[in-house]
């Protein structure tokens, strides 16, 4: 664990600063650097009087570069834990949960502790939330408060090293490291981790079935695509009913419905809810659905210009790879790359900047939907990156490739710089030969090679170079203080906390984490597997491997590289879930062209795959996508079938809340009559009741003719004697009888 | 009226009988023709006891042809309004209500008073549930109670005479008459009517689109079938929303939970509730998955053998009447149809034997999902049976007619007997058209005339041969009496109360109505809207002509040719919903093929559909289906946008329940606060707190380092004063500054 300690104590010099937070629950970073003196200090006025009228207390302290830091703290425990209750009493008022809140507070308080992860929540909501809803409305950047830069809490470094030592020396997470997960990074961060640990059990099927495809079947093969596409459907199908599960486990079920309003959301007009009587803001639905409408024209933009980009790279490289035969081959193979490099994430900005302001403008009332509707127009982006290229090469580089390619000279023009005479730029009209192992290639490179770089991109690469400027930082203000002679930031620093303002100078320079990006990597990941892992079976144990690494790496990435992340709670993967059933169903249609097109050795004698029968593709795809349906719809028959703990221990609580409600309202007996449905035997009729009966009727003198009817027999009795005198009189007599009488 | 008039008193000798039912309950119609005499004596024994043993009043009077007629209420008034309020109890238990029961019955009660299906319903459980859940446990014709015939309700003649005047008198029925058939006939009817009257309104629509359609655009229009599917997605999620609003509304959301125990059900092991604490009786549900994927092979023979029945007779029908020249075309034309009105009935029978055996052998624990199990079965024979003859013409015939008619001369077996010579039994090889009205035609006959005969069927002929054979009994009865001397069943009706008698004699001799009937009837209608609408467009026309006599129809058939029902509750109309969807999206493929087969004038200039080209049909389906799927997605998202009456009143109650208990337990403000979502401004930081927390500190002493941190700056005042003095020192300079620096 030696170099764990070593990635986790990034100066020595901090001493006992890891161990305490001084009670700090919130930092704000507040820099002025670019705002003038006075504006800076009437927002910095402003700012302590708003923090300090919600009932936080407030210590300042210097910050480095122009910034103080702000430390803050809910002021009163009483206040704490009055917060506490009131949300718990509103999850209970939305039907989040299940059981009321008992009446005293400290009882509560008592019987439910309040989680670490609860207390940020609250906090957090406390600084951010508008002023009419008791919140101090800070909103950093924006509005009035230019110059709060950031609003983060304070890494509790203690349990982050035990935390990344306990994941580092087990295998897999049990319940028990979820539930922790929850109570300090709150429930959508946990639910992360419980996706990917899920996942991550899950792949083990495909890895081991995928590696003896590997050697018994080979690529394309029928029998590993079905299987493939069982595991697929199965996979989403159990985690719906796990993250349900899981939702009711943590008390979160139903807890999107309590929602956070957007301060950016612009309403039209105000009405009041009719069932609570509040004052909602509203907006046009239909003018709403009107803009999400210009999502269709987005969609096509944004497959059109990377498509082009992406194809049109494509055919440089498969010209120059396998057509071109002039000089500097060896390094023109790169020009693609060099200009997707250049080009892909210039071309991703601007597009991601157009998804942003397309969502602005769908003007939503909450960060939820907000969130995502941007999430669904990102995997529209993603879904074009990361998969055009592999449907190129199986779709139309191979089938057409025969066709295309001798066409491609028109690439000739990005390469006529390097060209010695005209005939090298000419491509040879016939003699090519598609290249078969593109495909595979391909898949290789993006189920392992990517990964790996992605990896590195996402943890190591941060790391290092944030030392790297931290250091360079350092050496800078040393040699800026010696020649100015200004005090150093870090002059005013009570010695006592020294090491602790460094450490949170630190934190403030960190990056904000989003798990939406680490969510985002997962599905694209799910979808190499479940589109094209029939090209290549061992994509699932390059997969099994980079997850097992993937989870302690974001673990590490959440307790080291990022801020701490705001807890925020949630009752699901939210808008994944439906890419993960999409990415699913796509690769029913997918698996089926692939294994139709390539099957055999892939490759028809004269290099070009089988003579390509399009209705017979098209009828497999057919056939495999309802085969698909039909597998979906009985998997999640059968699993709904299968009663989970979750949604047990929900229903027991319904129960036996209401259960108690009857015992006090009605007693202990008949609440139990009440409650197994048996119908306590009625009360018999005595010769007493119907004489009584009889009774009421002389007095009322000779009754309605209802009356009469229901007294001709009285009793029991009576009416069997009655009904057996019939039977004697109509029955088929007896054997014995008809014996008798003969 | 002259006419309902007629129809509804059938006989006018019955005087006041139909204005009063003498508070009868139920009748058990207890018959012993094939009984022994003692046999009889001693069930019917135990049968009034077992009645009067759970607080049932018992009159008994002679029947019919050896049977005596039980007449039972319940004992007492008080009896009764225990029984609802228990069943209100657990309605709210199971989570169907949600408001609690007063706790007072009488207050209770009078809220809400007990409706009268409420009422039928609750004594019918008393005397059919059985004996450990507190009811009789008559189960009629099966175990221990062979001689129990049937238990039925009494019609309330007035209220149908009025009931139909008014349905017969106004186009549309609004809620106040959906409310009025649930609370005389249960909900399970009420959503029958509910449906029958939305698919009615629905159907205007298509039926005026229809008619344009057919005027300007004709058949196989792209833009009819486009419009027509749009329908169905919309028509089909509208009912969704709307199945789940009047379920909310009548207050039976969720009372598909509280299931009818079946007392066929077998278990295999008994366990304890981990929620309630009952006793449970389990079946393992993997061997009912097991016995449940019986039914792939039962559907494989089903349309096997169906299905060669109808080509069978497909195929004659077309060789008789486009290739055989021979002697009595024109009644052998006949043939075919002979043999279906033979063949078909007798195999339906022995199939649906076997679904009955096969959902048996599932052992399904309640009457609920035994009969969903049946009606999917159902529903597979009935598709075969309904749709086939079109899909074999459409998709058979005519694409493949020029093939396959060459070749039917095989069938000349079965006109062998009637031609004259061997030549007359040679199919012409060439020169044979195929007929291009055909799939009009059948369209047309299975739209039109297939509707009306069974309209005939349904309605008209059980009415007229009801009439017919009692009128036979009467003379039968007559001169049988006359014969023997035996006294008619009759003789011992007391003067006041004949008229009834007879009466209740007729109706217990009419048949049990059966909603899945009507049901059945209305989905397999809907199927050739949305499968086969395009080559008729005329197809809605006839169905709202149809539907508004169905309505009427089924109303009338309630009221005078069945006994009455018992007014079971439901939440939605059940597994119908499911094909309902999957006819809707069945037809997007249907649709799309019919229009890419027929477009344009149907045939090519060689009397053959365009020539096929099988990919660009294939395609054109798989677009069709995927958009069918997109725009069902959209519709099924714009919906749930929309708030509908019925949830609304579901969240206020809830919102309600939950405002009262706060205001119960912690005073009405701190609930207005708690629910309103806001935090009241927490306590402000005073001098007094800080001085407070200062002399705390003192007293321990100097307090820990967060004590110490804490405690640097007194109060907000400090705070803002040590901050304002960072940022003078680091801020960039103002410029009013700098210039006087200058």
């Given at each position: 664990?030696?170099?764990?300690?070593?990635?986790?104590?990034?100066?020595?010099?901090?001493?006992?600063?890891?161990?305490?937070?001084?009670?700090?629950?919130?930092?704000?970073?507040?820099?002025?650097?670019?705002?003038?003196?006075?504006?800076a200090?009437?927002?910095?006025?402003?700012?302590?009087?708003?923090?300090?009228?919600?009932g936080?207390?407030?210590?300042v302290?210097?910050?480095?570069?122009?910034?103080?830091?702000?430390?803050?703290?809910?002021?009163?425990?009483?206040?704490?834990?009055?917060?506490?209750?009131?949300?718990?009493?509103?999850?209970?008022?939305?039907?989040?949960?299940?059981?009321?809140?008992?009446k005293?507070?400290?009882?509560?308080?008592?019987?439910?502790?309040?989680?670490?992860?609860?207390?940020?929540?609250?906090?957090?909501l406390?600084?951010?939330?508008?002023?009419?809803?008791?919140?101090?409305?800070?909103?950093?950047?924006?509005?009035?408060?230019?110059?709060?830069?950031s609003?983060?809490?304070?890494?509790?470094?203690?349990?982050?090293?035990?935390?990344?030592?306990?994941?580092?020396?087990?295998?897999?997470?049990?319940?028990?490291?979820?539930?922790?997960?929850?109570?300090?990074?709150?429930?959508?961060?946990?639910?992360?981790?419980?996706?990917?640990?899920?996942?991550?059990l899950?792949?083990?099927?495909?890895?081991?079935?995928?590696f003896?495809?590997?050697?018994?079947l080979?690529?394309?093969?029928?029998?590993?695509?079905?299987?493939?596409?069982?595991?697929?459907?199965?996979?989403?199908?159990?985690?719906?009913?796990?993250?349900?599960?899981?939702?009711?486990?943590?008390?979160?079920?139903?807890?999107?419905?309590?929602?956070?309003?957007?301060?950016?959301?612009?309403?039209e007009?105000?009405?009041?809810?009719?069932?609570?009587?509040?004052?909602?803001?509203?907006?046009?639905?239909?003018?709403?659905?009107?803009?999400?409408?210009?999502?269709?024209?987005?969609?096509?933009t944004?497959?059109?210009?990377?498509?082009?980009?992406?194809?049109?790279?494509?055919?440089?490289?498969?010209?120059?790879?396998?057509?071109?035969?002039?000089?500097?081959?060896?390094?023109?193979?790169?020009?693609?790359?060099?200009?997707?490099?250049?080009?892909?994430?210039?071309?991703?900005?601007?597009?991601?900047?157009?998804?942003?302001?397309?969502?602005?403008l769908?003007?939503?009332?909450?960060t939820?939907?907000?969130?995502?509707?941007?999430?669904?127009?990102?995997?529209?982006?993603?879904?074009?990156?990361?998969?055009?290229?592999?449907?190129?090469?199986?779709?139309?580089?191979?089938?057409?490739?025969?066709?295309?390619?001798?066409?491609?000279?028109?690439?000739?023009?990005?390469?006529?710089p390097?060209?010695?005479?005209?005939?090298?730029?000419?491509?040879?009209?016939?003699?090519?030969?598609?290249?078969?192992?593109?495909?595979?290639?391909?898949?290789?490179?993006?189920?392992?090679?990517?990964?790996?770089v992605?990896?590195?991109?996402?943890?190591?690469?941060?790391?290092?170079?944030?030392?790297?400027?931290?250091?360079?930082?350092?050496?800078?203000?040393n040699?800026?203080?010696?020649?100015?002679?200004?005090?150093?930031?870090?002059?005013?620093?009570?010695?006592?906390?020294?090491?602790?303002?460094?450490r949170?100078?630190?934190?403030?320079?960190?990056?904000?984490?989003?798990?939406?990006?680490d969510?985002?990597?997962?599905?694209?990941?799910f979808?190499?597997?479940?589109?094209?892992?029939?090209?290549?079976?061992l994509?699932?144990?390059?997969?099994?491997?980079?997850?097992?690494?993937?989870?302690?790496?974001?673990?590490?990435?959440?307790?080291?590289?990022?801020?701490?992340?705001?807890?925020?709670?949630?009752d699901?993967?939210?808008?994944?879930?439906?890419?993960?059933?999409?990415?699913?169903?796509?690769?029913?249609?997918?698996?089926?062209?692939?294994?139709?097109?390539?099957?055999?050795?892939?490759?028809?004698?004269?290099?070009?795959?089988?003579?390509?029968?399009?209705?017979?593709?098209?009828?497999?795809?057919?056939?495999?996508?309802?085969?698909?349906?039909g597998?979906?719809?009985?998997?999640?028959?059968?699993?709904?079938?299968?009663?989970?703990?979750?949604?047990?221990?929900?229903?027991?609580?319904?129960?036996?809340?209401?259960?108690?409600?009857?015992?006090?309202?009605?007693?202990?007996?008949?609440?139990d009559?009440?409650?197994?449905?048996?119908?306590?035997?009625?009360?018999?009729?005595?010769?007493?009741t119907?004489?009584?009966?009889?009774?009421?009727?002389?007095?009322?003198?000779?009754?309605?003719?209802?009356?009469?009817?229901?007294?001709?027999?009285?009793?029991?009795?009576?009416?069997?004697?009655?009904?057996?005198?019939y039977?004697?009189?109509?029955?088929?007599?007896?054997?014995?009888?008809?014996?008798?009488?003969?």
């Amino acid at each position: 664990m030696a170099s764990l300690k070593s990635l986790y104590e990034p100066s020595t010099d901090l001493g006992n600063a890891l161990n305490t937070n001084f009670d700090v629950d919130f930092v704000i970073d507040y820099r002025f650097a670019t705002t003038s003196k006075t504006a800076a200090e009437a927002q910095f006025v402003k700012l302590i009087e708003a923090l300090n009228n919600v009932g936080l207390a407030t210590e300042v302290r210097n910050g480095d570069n122009c910034a103080v830091l702000i430390f803050i703290k809910v002021a009163s425990e009483r206040h704490l834990k009055a917060e506490v209750y009131r949300s718990r009493v509103q999850d209970w008022l939305y039907g989040v949960r299940t059981v009321a809140p008992k009446k005293e507070i400290q009882q509560n308080l008592k019987d439910e502790p309040i989680t670490e992860a609860e207390r940020l929540r609250l906090v957090y909501l406390l600084i951010t939330k508008p002023k009419n809803e008791g919140g101090a409305g800070i909103t950093p950047k924006s509005g009035e408060w230019t110059c709060v830069e950031s609003i983060f809490a304070l890494h509790d470094h203690q349990f982050n090293k035990a935390w990344i030592k306990q994941l580092t020396s087990k295998y897999f997470l049990n319940s028990e490291d979820l539930a922790e997960i929850k109570d300090r990074f709150g429930e959508k961060i946990a639910f992360y981790f419980a996706f990917l640990q899920s996942y991550f059990l899950f792949l083990t099927f495909p890895a081991g079935f995928g590696f003896c495809s590997w050697v018994l079947l080979g690529k394309f093969s029928p029998i590993y695509a079905i299987i493939n596409g069982l595991w697929c459907v199965i996979f989403v199908e159990y985690w719906k009913k796990q993250e349900t599960d899981l939702a009711v486990q943590w008390g979160v079920r139903g807890v999107s419905k309590i929602q956070l309003k957007r301060p950016q959301f612009k309403h039209e007009s105000t009405a009041t809810d009719p069932i609570t009587g509040e004052e909602m803001k509203v907006y046009s639905p239909f003018k709403r659905l009107a803009r999400q409408l210009l999502q269709v024209p987005f969609a096509l933009t944004a497959a059109l210009v990377l498509g082009s980009l992406i194809a049109v790279c494509f055919g440089i490289e498969v010209f120059i790879s396998e057509v071109y035969p002039g000089p500097f081959k060896a390094y023109l193979v790169f020009l693609p790359t060099v200009i997707l490099t250049v080009m892909m994430p210039a071309l991703l900005s601007v597009l991601t900047g157009f998804a942003t302001r397309l969502t602005n403008l769908e003007n939503y009332e909450t960060t939820d939907s907000h969130e995502a509707a941007m999430v669904s127009k990102i995997f529209i982006l993603n879904f074009i990156t990361s998969y055009l290229p592999i449907f190129l090469t199986a779709f139309v580089y191979i089938p057409f490739g025969q066709i295309i390619v001798p066409h491609l000279d028109i690439f000739s023009l990005t390469v006529r710089p390097f060209a010695e005479n005209e005939k090298q730029l000419t491509a040879p009209k016939a003699g090519f030969q598609i290249n078969p192992n593109r495909l595979k290639g391909q898949v290789i490179y993006f189920t392992v090679t990517a990964q790996i770089v992605n990896f590195l991109l996402e943890i190591i690469v941060p790391y290092v170079s944030r030392r790297f400027f931290r250091k360079v930082k350092e050496v800078k203000t040393n040699r800026a203080m010696k020649k100015s002679g200004t005090a150093s930031p870090t002059a005013d620093d009570h010695p006592e906390e020294a090491a602790f303002l460094t450490r949170v100078r630190n934190e403030a320079e960190l990056s904000v984490y989003d798990v939406t990006t680490d969510f985002r990597e997962m599905i694209v990941q799910f979808g190499y597997l479940s589109l094209f892992s029939v090209v290549w079976p061992l994509t699932a144990v390059s997969f099994l491997v980079n997850n097992f690494i993937e989870l302690r790496g974001d673990a590490l990435k959440i307790a080291i590289e990022t801020q701490r992340p705001v807890p925020w709670r949630a009752d699901s993967i939210g808008p994944w879930l439906e890419s993960l059933g999409f990415l699913s169903w796509m690769g029913s249609l997918t698996t089926a062209a692939l294994v139709y097109l390539f099957r055999g050795d892939g490759l028809g004698p004269d290099g070009t795959p089988w003579n390509i029968n399009t209705w017979g593709l098209l009828l497999t795809m057919f056939f495999s996508e309802h085969i698909y349906l039909g597998v979906q719809l009985g998997v999640r028959k059968a699993l709904s079938k299968i009663d989970s703990p979750g949604l047990q221990k929900e229903r027991a609580e319904r129960w036996s809340v209401r259960k108690q409600y009857l015992q006090e309202s009605m007693g202990q007996e008949a609440a139990d009559n009440a409650a197994s449905g048996g119908i306590a035997g009625g009360e018999k009729i005595s010769r007493n009741t119907l004489e009584e009966a009889a009774r009421l009727s002389t007095l009322k003198g000779h009754g309605t003719p209802e009356e009469r009817f229901w007294q001709r027999q009285q009793g029991q009795a009576e009416t069997i004697a009655v009904g057996k005198n019939y039977i004697a009189k109509a029955a088929p007599k007896d054997k014995s009888e008809s014996k008798k009488e003969l």
